[in-house]
């Protein structure tokens, strides 16, 4: 007797299409190995590179096998990147054909950090979110795609170090973000994931924590789950697992989830860079 597809298989349970995800801080495209780097290789934060390149050639690699990818500390076009649009290098390295991009901190002419979304299909919306918080430079980068309640929403986050902050932010992505809709939330929260304003917002949002348990920072040795992939109680996940790559300070999370069949994906036609429907908040 012949083994059903994986496509079968899917099916007879209800699933649509298979989705890989993945987040990644990816600190500029600098690669920090101990501690004593954020001192001694602090100038790579300021300071153009040849081994910044390099990193980013890597990661590159690193991300091209996934269908959406979340990128955190993702460089706008400044001094330090050479004054290009890391989002949009990262997607025409690893063959994306969608990317889009939120530049939320900028210092000057020397860094310019935000938020970065990859994708293999194309959303109808996308919008930015500022954060709330004592010092600006926080936002959330929500990719939406089709509509009502078969839709899925997929909000990419980089919250503050400091706990107040942070609660604020939470509090606001629970008001803001729509639980009707199948929903991922993924970035790096800087907390844990059982910390009592991440599960005030898992509660209210309705959404389980399959990356749970995996350490991400610091990346030469991961003790601490700070990065984060959220999904819908009403999303199936798969594998969900830490990648071992010295690339960045903090290590990338990945997560397979399954659709239900009646969400629908557009394809993205090869540099699809933007949607019509795009708007700040």
């Known amino acids: ?75 706008s076009g400044s001094l330090r990147s050479g004054y290009i649009n890391q989002s949009r290098f990262l997607a025409n390295q690893s063959g994306m054909p969608f990317w889009c991009h939120q530049s939320n901190r900028k210092v000057g002419t020397v860094a310019y950090a ?7 299909f ?19 980068l929500l990719v939406r795609f089709g509509e009502g309640f078969n839709g899925l929403d997929v909000a990419v986050v980089h919250l503050a170090l400091g706990k107040r902050a942070r609660a604020l932010q939470l509090r606001f992505l629970g008001r803001e973000l729509d639980s009707s809709r199948h ?16 599960m005030e ?33 009403k999303l199936q996940s798969g594998v969900a697992e830490v990648l071992d790559v010295a690339l960045s300070d903090h290590c990338p999370v990945a997560l397979e989830i399954f659709l239900p069949a009646e969400v629908r994906l557009k394809e993205a036609s090869p540099s ?7 708007r700040t908040i």
């Open 183 to 198: 929903l991922v939330v993924l970035g790096d929260f800087n907390t844990q994931i059982d910390t009592p304003h991440v």
């Open 201 to 233: 917002l898992r509660e209210t949002l309705a959404l389980k924590a399959p990356t749970k348990g995996l350490a991400t920072y610091p990346s030469w040795q991961p003790q601490r789950g700070i990065d984060h992939i959220l999904i819908s109680e």
């Open 1 to 75: 007797m012949s083994r059903p597809t994986e496509q079968a298989v899917e099916q007879e349970r209800g699933e649509g299409r298979k989705l890989r995800l993945l987040s990644f801080n990816i600190q500029a495209g600098t690669s920090t190995a101990h501690y004593h780097h954020y001192v001694t290789r602090s100038w790579r934060q300021v300071l153009p590179h040849a081994k910044r390149t390099e990193n980013l050639d890597s990661i590159a690699e690193l991300v091209s096998p996934f269908d959406m990818v979340a990128l955190q500390e993702v460089d």
């Open 272 to 278: 699809t860079i933007s949607v019509q429907s795009r």
């Open 122 to 140: 194309e959303p109808d919306v996308v919008v930015e979110h500022r954060l709330p918080g004592v010092i600006p430079g926080r936002g959330t």
């Open 114 to 120: 935000g938020n970065g979304f990859l994708s293999r």
